[in-house]
């Protein structure tokens, strides 16, 4: 049985994955983190959730109760994640990273993680998104050096970074299929007097509003066609579903980073 501490237990993610894994007879939860002065802060988890009491306390400080785990799994903010991996590293302890809004630098300080301890860090869990980004892959091999290729990505309203870290990741996906630097050609919305579009533009766009789970379209446009590649996600749980893949799969492997591609036998 793996043990689980579920960082971010007060969030939608959190909240998801903690109802799917008190229902899955192979994971046992040990602990929720949140924020200090969270208003859960020393409450049984499954008591906030409505499940009933489970003996699962939510604590503010990983350190108190990490010894008790096998894996912890993130999806929190940057900050909270980061201080985490540290702890994670100092304790021997495996991770599943799913938070988003990395910068350059801090995504690096992940990749060096891998040196001490083993973790999956996707900004997304769900098969469906990892199925975009293999054919998207595949798209751009083909067809990506002569198409315009633009994101359009849309989130619920209170997302708080944009684009999303699976827009990122596609972008990613293109610029290396067509020998590119991201940096220098990704454009980030559009306004006033552009000029003509230049050919190696990656176009990047992100709509925030209501309650939209999650949406990714590829667009592939040529002259006289135009082929788009779209997942929309409907419900948290096939997030939440994929991170719990990943956390069984993370328990039996070596140190490393290892992306759900990997989980999912993608690659």
């Known amino acids: 049985m793996v ?14 994955i903690t109802r799917l894994s008190l229902a899955d007879p192979e994971i046992k939860i040990v602990g929720g983190l949140e924020n200090q002065g969270h208003e859960w802060i020393g409450k049984d988890l499954g008591r906030v959730l409505g ?3 489970k003996g699962i306390k939510i604590a503010d400080n990983l ?5 008790q785990a096998d894996v912890i799994v993130e999806f929190s903010t940057p900050e909270a994640t980061l201080a985490h991996l540290e702890i994670c590293q100092k304790h021997k302890k495996a991770m599943v990273i799913g938070t988003t809004g990395f910068t350059q630098e801090e995504k690096k300080m992940i990749d060096r993680a891998s040196r001490n301890i083993p973790f999956v860090y996707s900004p997304n869990m769900s098969l469906g998104v990892n199925l975009l980004f293999k ?3 595949e798209a751009a091999r083909i067809i990506g050096q002569d198409y315009d290729l633009e994101i359009i990505e849309a989130h619920h309203r209170r997302k708080k970074d944009a684009p999303s870290g699976t827009a990122i990741k596609l972008a990613a996906i293109l610029a ?16 006033g007097q552009t000029g003509e579009r230049p050919k190696e533009t990656i176009g990047i ?5 209501g309650d939209i789970v999650g949406e990714h379209t590829v667009i592939f446009a040529g002259s006289g066609e135009r082929i788009e590649l779209t997942h929309r996600a409907s419900s948290r749980d096939t997030f939440a579903q994929g991170a719990i893949k990943a ?5 039996k492997q070596k140190t490393g980073l290892y992306d759900m591609g990997d989980v999912l036998g993608l690659k």
Do not use: Q, W
């Open 3 to 16: 043990k689980l501490i579920i960082s971010g237990a007060a969030g939608e993610m959190g909240e998801r």
């Open 51 to 53: 499940p009933g009491e």
């Open 63 to 67: 350190e108190k109760v990490i010894n």
């Open 135 to 137: 054919i998207t892959e």
């Open 176 to 191: 290396k299929e067509t020998n590119r630097s991201l940096d220098k050609v990704a454009t980030f919305g559009r306004k």
């Open 205 to 209: 766009h992100a709509i925030r509003g």
């Open 247 to 251: 956390v069984k799969f993370i328990v």
